[in-house]
């Protein structure tokens, strides 16, 4: 077997969620579009989506996400990796139709690893179900959260809870209709060492003090999971909401970013492959002075660029979840920062050049090019921006030659 060759089993759930995908899901597409456009409600929960979630279940295409047998199929992350990309060839419906959607997953996981077993029972079950969706609070406005050791939410211990006070943005899920818990991060001890300042806790989105201020677009858009700005005033939680224990935020963090990022760069390669389908189709079918748009030199040119940067993010991603289930997330960091950069510069590049062929089409609502562009530059933002990955793979590199590089005294 190669490298990066599907086991028996993978093979069995890729030929399945293609035909998914082929049977119900992009046939959904139009009807979830009317469906939100009937409700006017950015927010709305469209029918066609629990029908899919039916779906998926009855077909076994459900959690395959998750690397814990006890909870899912227990898939490596090369063999989940392909099939993330295939639910990237339609981001908004698949990933939630199969209960793979982001922020759910790396939430799951950290309740599967940190998680009370009362955690788990309250919202792990759930969450594994499909019946609650949640949320991730960890960027925040005031700050510079690039560096998340500039979180400032405080999490003060009083008696037998905590007391959360700050402002959380950008967190997605939490205008979800059916979110119904976050994970937050804050400062339980600003006067520890710097990387155990910081603790996750379980926070349910109906405690008193919780108030979602407002919905930020995305390039105009209001996503229909919502990127919330947060206010925690005086909120009250019991010292059981502590994942792990005091100080372990970033701890846990690294163990949630590392096979999400797996996840959201074979999105962002799938989502490529899909604007590169509706770039040809859309040059073969238009004529300009007399000839296909296909014919034209440039063109070609793109097409073929655009095949030779997708096999390239792919293969780069491909080698960081292999390295993570062979050598494990520490040993493969550069690969895995690697693929944060390149994965979404190569769709974004790929979906501009779509939307120039489709000429002004590209760029209405007729074709899924605009919002695919809108969500991958905002990739470049998620989970860290490029330049934080680039500076930890230069400094990884400055010191494979030198040890000591950066940590002498200055």
């Known amino acids: 077997m190669s490298m990066f060759e599907l086991s028996e089993r993978a093979r069995g ?8 995908m082929d049977e ?37 295409l459900w959690n395959l996400f998750h690397p814990h047998p006890e909870w899912g199929p227990g898939l490596t992350n090369l063999e989940y990796a392909h099939l993330a990309e295939i639910m990237g060839r339609s981001v908004g419906l698949a990933p939630e139709a199969t209960n793979c959607n982001a922020p759910d997953t790396g939430n799951m996981e950290v309740l599967t690893l940190f998680g009370t077993p009362e955690h788990k029972q309250q919202w792990l079950r759930p969450l594994l179900d499909g019946e609650i969706r949640s949320a991730f609070a960890m960027t925040e406005p005031a700050v510079a959260s690039s560096d998340a050791t500039n979180i400032q ?6 008696g037998d809870e905590y007391v959360l006070n700050g402002r959380k943005w950008w967190t997605s899920n939490a205008l979800h209709k059916n979110c119904k818990v976050m994970i937050v991060m804050g400062k339980t ?29 995305v390039f105009g858009y209001q996503d229909r999971e919502g990127h919330a700005e947060v206010l925690f005033e005086n909120v009250r939680v019991p010292v059981t909401a502590l994942l792990a224990g005091e100080g372990d935020g970033f701890m846990i963090s690294q163990a949630r970013l590392g ?86 510069n190569v769709a974004l590049k790929v979906i501009d050049r779509a939307i120039q062929v489709h000429g002004g089409a590209g760029v209405s609502d007729d074709f899924p090019l605009a919002n ?37 005294a200055r």
Not at 153 to 158: G, I, T, V
Not at 189 to 211: C, I, Y
């Open 13 to 20: 759930y890729r030929d399945e969620l293609l035909a998914f």
């Open 24 to 60: 119900r899901v992009y046939p959904a597409e139009a009807v979830y579009e009317a469906q939100m456009a009937e409700s006017g409600d950015p927010h709305f929960h469209p029918p066609v989506l629990e029908e899919l979630k039916t779906e998926a279940r009855d077909r076994g």
């Open 153 to 158: 939410l405080r999490m003060e211990r009083d």
């Open 189 to 217: 001890d600003p006067d520890a060492p710097t990387h155990r300042q910081q603790s996750m806790m379980v926070v349910p989105m109906e405690t008193p003090g919780v108030t979602v201020l407002r919905g930020l677009p």
């Open 259 to 344: 096979p999400g990022r797996i996840h959201h760069c074979m999105r962002a390669v799938g989502m490529a492959e899909r604007a590169l389908d509706l770039m040809i189709d859309r040059a073969q079918s238009r004529v300009t002075f007399g000839e296909p748009v296909a014919n034209r030199a440039n063109i070609q040119d793109w097409i073929a660029e655009a095949r030779i940067e997708i096999n390239m993010a792919r293969l780069l991603t491909l080698q960081a979840a292999y390295l993570m289930d062979t050598v494990g997330n520490k040993a493969a960091r550069t690969e895995i920062a690697a693929i944060k950069v390149a994965a979404p």
């Open 372 to 408: 695919m562009y809108a969500h991958m530059r905002t990739l470049r933002l998620a989970d860290g921006p490029d330049e934080v990955h680039k500076r930890s793979i230069a400094q990884w590199e400055l010191r494979r030659r030198d040890p000591d590089w950066g940590k002498r």
